[in-house]
């Protein structure tokens, strides 16, 4: 992705070229490209290719959780919902973060509920921007973070995670901060490096948000998808945060239902007020029976989230050596379900020497899509040398994924 950011967009402006018969159409949506991954994914489908490309899972939702989206339909749950959403869906909401991560809110005042986390972040952001205010985004990031910012009206400031633990430098993160910083988004555990922010982490960002009078937007979606041992922990559960961060997650990743489009904002009375605004006029509220369908889902079992780890500790652990074999430099992920790699040896062997060329041969050669590395980055030249997989994926999908790779073994 290549992103400009609103501070540049009167260069932008300049730059425009007239429409024949028509007022130029929006500036700021020339400041930044289509969704990258939605393009790996049109060119897989087009060579019936393996899309590791994407984050939805191949395999099946669970079955309870169907059988309640389709009896919510039968049940003639099939008229708009309340805007902010159901009252069900928020009341369970409630009870998960209570329990889960150890958040205080109100289902009646605390809670919107959205059309996926995607809604929720845009939603948020245009609550919560003044032109000119500035945001923190650690790079690489998740790619719709840059767009909304600058829809938004902000201007993105990025701060650099470290290969191989992402870590990110607390001198960088600090001067990164000023007056203008009105809020800093999160994402743990992290799309498309795995890193999962621990406790000391979150409460030096806390500190900083604190002392500098910002919010805290956190996507905590793959809150469940741990390996290793590692603790999820929420910025709003932090002495001080409760009031100034704002937490947005989804059932996408969790139950394995990327295309019902149910997520929710959690926030204190007055921020949800504006985010509720905003989200009524964008999209008046989430398909109604998957809201139903979500509130059972939130009523899952221990072992539903047990067994959603085993599934993909050993998804992980597969492709990761098969990558490291094969000739990659991948980084183990700590959570969600990516992998971010190392391309160079590679790449000097078939003499290409950019990300979204490897990934278009690499397609060609094993019909496995990636996501080429610098859609995850704004800073220019960062990513040329990386790829990432997504390995949201059946055991067989990953086996035929194998028998692709391993052509390069061959080159
Ligand atoms: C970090 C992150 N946030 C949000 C989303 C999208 O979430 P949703 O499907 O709930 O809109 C994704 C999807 O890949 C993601 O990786």
Redesign the pocket.
Known sequence: MRIWGFADSEMVRKSVKPHKNLKPLSYITETFTESVIREMTRICDAVGGYNLSQ?FPDFEAPEEIKRAAVQAILNDCNQYPVTFGEPKLREAIARKVADYNKIKCSPETDITVT?????A?IATLKAIINPGDEVIIFEPF?E?YGPDTILSGATPKYVTLYPPDWKYSPGELALAFNEKTKAIII?TP??PTGKVFSRKELEEIAGLCIKWDCLAVT?E??EHILYDGEEHVSIASLNGMGNRTITIN????TYSV?GW?V?WAIANEEITGRIRKVHDFLTVGAPTPFQEAAASALTMPPTYYENLRLRYDQLRDFLFALLSEIGFKPFLPKG?YYIIAEADKLMERLAIKDDFSFSRKLIELTGVATVPGTSFYASPNKGLNQVRFAFCKKQETLKNVEKGLRRLCYL
């Open positions: 984050g059309c996926g986390a995607t809604e972040m998740y719709n994402n992290h799309n996507d979606i793959y989804s059932i996408s990743k990327t489009r997520g969600s």
